[in-house]
């Protein structure tokens, strides 16, 4: 059974810092298909930014480009969403998901998801 335990949700001022962490554990998922998404309250969700084979970031989303950036520790399975310049509107819960294990091919298609904590901007 696959599982994604996610931390570093809270709250901070607007132009603050958080750095939220996803470690991964059990088989069948992509060590390097993952991606961080974002879900605020009356909107749809929407993704942040993923990586692909080799842990390469693809793309990020153009709202968060400049501010958000994502790592990975392949050591202890951790997906890392570093946000930066927090605004208001990156008010959400986060989430992050990886894809099942095609052999290291990514598609887009994420099986697994993190449980979303809550991240709050205030002004």
């Known amino acids: 059974q696959v599982q994604l335990v996610e931390s570093g949700g809270g709250s901070v001022q607007a132009g603050g810092s958080l750095r939220l962490s996803c470690v991964a554990s059990g088989s069948g998922y992509s060590r390097s298909c993952m991606g961080w998404f974002r879900q605020a309250p009356g909107k749809e969700r929407e993704g942040i930014g993923a990586?692909?084979?080799?842990?390469?970031?693809?793309w990020y989303t153009v709202s968060v480009k400049g501010r958000f950036s994502i790592s990975q520790d392949y050591a202890s399975n951790t997906l890392y969403l570093h946000m930066n310049d927090l605004k208001p509107e990156d008010t959400a819960r986060y989430y992050c998901a990886t894809e099942e294990d095609r052999g290291g091919y990514c598609y887009g298609v994420f099986t697994f998801w993190g449980q979303g904590p809550r991240v709050t901007v205030s002004s």
């Open positions: 990586t692909d084979t080799g842990g390469r970031v693809t």
